[in-house]
């Protein structure tokens, strides 16, 4: 499989369903010449009215197929979601106990079905080179499996609880693969791909429902049912400095990718909290913006937030089924989102392009193009 653009030939594990294409309006397929993203499309103005159509010209922004794609496959709600590296595939893990391999683009085809797990898979990571994925289980085990065979090759077993998160040092981990993993047995285990245990251990009283690395990994991030986030030496397990404001379960965190200056979280109190991780910050508490509209009911799953890679915006989906999205330096929602049936768990950003991924309750995925702009053809 060719991870660096598009694919020369893919395998298919045990099996494949097939992407939908998803939009309000029939779109034609646009047309070769001067601009092909764009498309046009024709509104009709309902029965019994008299007058002509209204034809719109869409200027796209993406190489999506269509601007908006479900993606149909998995037997429970889908739990996960993350796009490869390169942004040419994607994976989603659910309650039934797979993870799925889609292609971004053309038809969103299912390439791939992994099950590496006896549970349901409450959060995938990609390996930095495309070539892994990372699972947290609540079969209580830690995964890594080969996203280009299939094949399982390592599976951690030392958690005595359901593992609600892991998390991989995206830099300066020596080639192998280290992986973090925070579990309702309160421990945070930190695992080396190179050996078969446990290489380092955290204890911690409540339990952990999310792990987060910091960009250089010298710095690992936790959440906890105690609505606290704490921030962990990773070279000697010292608690660093703890971050306080949430006022209920902590349920995702995510870093900033490109500075690595800020972590966003996001909690059961239906707040998603901005804070400066600078070693010297100005403000006391360290909470630079707070962003409301994405509201939690009580039960529901852990719903984790995403940073775009221009770190100029943040989304986060909620239990009222929406997408917001918010402009990190204004604190205003710039979209709000429906098409989901469901609580959505989560979502990301495409690396490359203005395309936003969710998964949901529903069982179902969403790839929504941004930025689009219609208007009117005279």
Request: aromatic fraction near 6%.
């Amino acid at each position: 499989m060719n991870r660096d653009g598009g694919e020369n030939s893919q395998p298919n594990f045990n099996g494949s369903t097939q992407g939908m294409r998803m939009s309000s309006v029939i779109l034609s397929k646009p047309e070769t010449g001067e601009n092909e993203h764009r498309q046009l499309m024709t509104l009709s103005k309902g029965a019994g009215t008299v007058g002509k159509p209204v034809k719109m010209q869409v200027k796209r922004t993406s190489d999506l197929q269509a601007p908006n794609m479900l993606l149909t496959g998995h037997e429970g709600e889908v739990l996960s979601c993350k796009f490869s590296p390169s942004g040419e595939h994607l994976a989603s893990s659910s309650t039934d106990r797979a993870i799925l391999l889609w292609n971004t683009f053309g038809e969103c085809k299912n390439y791939g079905i992994l099950r590496p797990h006896t549970n349901a898979i409450l959060e995938i990571e990609w390996s930095i080179d495309g070539e892994r994925i990372f699972s947290a289980s609540a079969d209580k085990a830690v995964g890594i499996t080969d996203a280009t065979n299939g094949q399982s090759i390592k599976k951690f077993k030392e958690h005595t609880g359901i593992v609600n998160s892991i998390a991989s040092k995206s830099r300066y981990s020596g080639g192998a693969d280290i992986i973090a993993s925070g579990s309702d047995d309160g421990y945070i285990l930190v695992w080396d791909s190179r050996e078969k245990r446990a290489v380092s251990e955290i204890e911690y009283k409540y339990p952990v429902t999310s792990v987060c690395y910091s960009l250089t990994g010298d710095i690992l991030y936790t959440g906890s049912v105690d609505n606290k986030i704490c921030a962990w030496d990773t070279r000697n397990n010292s608690l660093v400095y703890t971050l306080e404001g949430h006022t209920d379960t902590v349920t995702g965190l995510c870093i900033a990718e490109s500075t690595g200056n800020h972590l966003l979280s996001n909690s059961m109190d239906s707040q998603v909290r901005l804070w400066d991780t600078r070693p010297f910050c100005s403000i006391p508490t360290r909470c630079e913006r707070v962003f409301v509209g994405a509201p939690l009911g009580f039960g529901t799953n852990l719903v984790r937030p995403a940073f775009s890679k221009d770190e100029t915006r943040v989304a986060c989906g909620g239990a009222d089924r929406y997408i917001n999205i918010w402009n990190v330096r204004t604190g205003e929602i710039v979209y709000r989102l429906p098409g989901h049936k469901g609580t959505v768990n989560q979502v990301d950003f495409h690396p490359k392009q203005p395309i936003l991924l969710s998964a949901s309750s529903d069982k179902s995925l969403l790839l929504g193009e941004l930025d689009s702009v219609a208007s009117i053809v005279k």
